[in-house]
């Protein structure tokens, strides 16, 4: 939009018929000033004529006219008016057309499901006493908790171990498949189930970390994070790749037959447990557990009866608004954890005066290492170096989002302390954790150039070298047989 008014030229005009001259318009009369000052007018020409004379009039060039066509003194729109209502519009075609940060939440989405189910899997026997009947918590006790916080939990269904095996099973099964993206939506309201039952169960047995894997379960399952990296997006490049070669004709959705009956096994455990009373908690659970199905079911209609059609695009349009709304979501999640701890930090005595990092490191239940923590606290400048560093990067980390240099300065040097707090401080799950979620701030570039180099190690570790050797020539009926020795 050019922001042009319209000729103005007269509509009623007939062809080769010269429309009535205006005062000053070819009529002899001049302006102030000597013949020729004044440009586009030669000696005994009529203003307009070098603009060929009624179609310089009909673009609007008439004397005492600008040559958009508005009256002198006319007050036009700013260029920078222009510029940032087109900005704005290409900033709303790409939030809508386009499913922001693929690589990065893709790699969120690895980055839980593998933290989680490694947890899972170390704390495998000690499962019945962490979550399990044999706990200290005890079932009752969990019970009269959760009626008062009223936290959703599929333990609390019932009190049997063979339950407890089965909500256990689901929550290691979810994250393994989550992880390798295989049907990345089921997996993802599956993997929030078992987050959520086993944590709500035994609120006093996590950390920090189990928090934050806490509530990235419950926005991983609003993002579209299995468009790259994901057994997902192998089997719909394979499938494009079918269509584009004319082997498989036909909508998405009419070969996809394990995505519908996943679907509708849920849908019958979500109709059982509403009935029953059985999904409780708070009121936008149940909410989101039903949109969520509703959505996906609407999702596969769509593929299968209108794959080009405009509820199609529709409902594209919409899963981009919500993916790219739950990104920003999880990475103002992730600011908030920094800035609230670092200002938290500069209030205590022990951080402002450089000590705070010497007495974790002096706990026996936080030295896996004990001569590397002595070796670190023998030097009371490296102390102080380390806790101010703290401090500083927390602090300024949500500032440094202005910069994409300091940015990732900052985000290699919050990799390096949660890496640090891993092996000197034996909380690795709550390293794995924090590092996930900063991992939503790498950039597209080092993400993609990190996934070439993992496939390329892949291939070569565990694809086997299939180049041949040259082969001889054909024999032709017409030539004898010809050997390498011959």
Same mark, same amino acid.
């Given at each position: ?20 001259e ?11 000033g ?5 440009? &586009?007018?030669?000696s ?21 006219e ?46 839980? *499901? ?8 170390w704390?495998?026997p ?14 009752? !006790?969990?019970?009269q908790?959760?009626a008062?916080?009223?936290?959703f939990?599929?333990l ?21 498949? =989550? ?12 993997? !929030? ?16 970390g189990?928090n934050?894997?806490?509530l ?5 399952? =609003?993002?579209?994070c &299995? ?9 719909a490049?394979?499938?494009a ?6 082997h ?12 519908? /009956? ?43 009866? *209108? ?19 739950? /990104? ?8 908030l954890v920094? *800035? ?18 010497y007495?974790?490191?002096k706990?026996?239940?936080?030295a896996?290492?004990?001569e ?20 500083a ?12 240099? /300091?940015?990732?300065?900052? =985000?290699?040097?919050? !990799? ?5 707090? *891993? ?32 496939? &390329? ?30």
């Open positions: 939009m050019s922001g042009r008014p319209p000729v103005s030229g007269p509509l009623d005009e007939q062809p080769g018929r010269r429309p009535a205006q005062p000053g318009e070819g009529s002899g009369e001049r302006s102030s000597p013949p020729g000052e004044r440009s &586009g007018e030669r005994g020409e009529p203003l307009g004529a070098r603009s060929g004379g009624p179609l310089g009039e009909r673009f609007g060039e008439r004397a005492g600008r040559p958009d066509g508005r009256p002198p003194g006319a007050r036009t729109e700013s260029k920078p008016l222009f510029a940032v209502e087109r900005r704005a519009g290409r900033a709303v075609q790409r939030v809508t057309a386009t499913a922001l940060g693929p690589y990065q939440s893709a790699v969120v989405r690895i980055g839980f *499901a593998g933290t989680w189910l490694l947890f899972l899997l704390e495998l000690n499962r019945r006493e962490l979550y399990g009947p044999d706990g200290p918590w005890s079932w009752d !006790m969990a019970q908790l959760i008062r916080n009223g936290a939990t599929g609390m269904w019932s009190d049997s171990t063979v339950w407890f095996e089965i909500v256990f099973a689901v929550a290691m099964l979810s994250s393994a498949l =989550l992880l390798v993206g295989w049907r990345t939506r089921t997996m993802s309201v599956l993997f !929030m189930f078992g987050v959520l039952s086993l944590q709500n169960r035994s609120i006093f047995m996590g950390d920090g189990d934050v894997i806490h990235m379960a419950i926005y991983l399952v =609003l993002t579209r &299995g468009q790259v990296w994901s057994l997902d997006a192998r089997r490049a394979r499938t790749a079918r269509r584009g070669a004319g498989e004709p036909g909508a998405q959705g009419a070969r996809d037959r394990v995505g519908p /009956l996943l679907w509708g096994c849920l849908g019958v455990f979500l109709i059982i447990g509403t009935v029953t009373d059985r999904v409780q908690g708070a009121p936008w659970l149940p909410v989101l557990f039903w949109g969520v199905w509703i959505a996906q079911a609407l999702w596969w209609a769509a593929n299968l009866y *209108a794959p080009n059609g405009q509820p199609r695009a529709l409902l594209n349009v919409l899963a981009n608004l919500v993916h790219n709304a739950a /990104l920003v979501v999880i990475m103002a999640e992730v600011c920094y *800035a609230t701890a670092g200002w938290y930090k500069i209030q205590g005595s022990r951080w402002q005066d450089g000590t705070a990092l007495y974790p490191l706990l026996h239940y936080f896996p290492w004990p590397l923590s002595g070796l670190l606290t023998s030097s009371g400048v490296i102390v102080m170096l380390l806790t101010y560093g703290t401090v990067v927390q602090v300024a980390f949500p500032f440094a989002l202005l910069n994409r240099r /300091l940015k990732n300065v900052l =985000l290699v040097a919050m !990799m390096l302390e949660h890496a640090g707090i *891993a092996v000197l401080l034996g909380l690795p799950f709550f390293s794995l954790a924090m590092i996930a979620a900063d991992a939503v701030f790498l950039p597209t570039g080092f993400l993609r150039r990190l996934g070439g180099e993992a496939a &390329g190690l892949w291939h070569r570790l565990f694809t086997q070298d299939r180049k041949r050797l040259p082969e001889q020539r054909r024999d032709s009926p017409e030539q004898p047989a010809r050997t390498l020795v011959g």
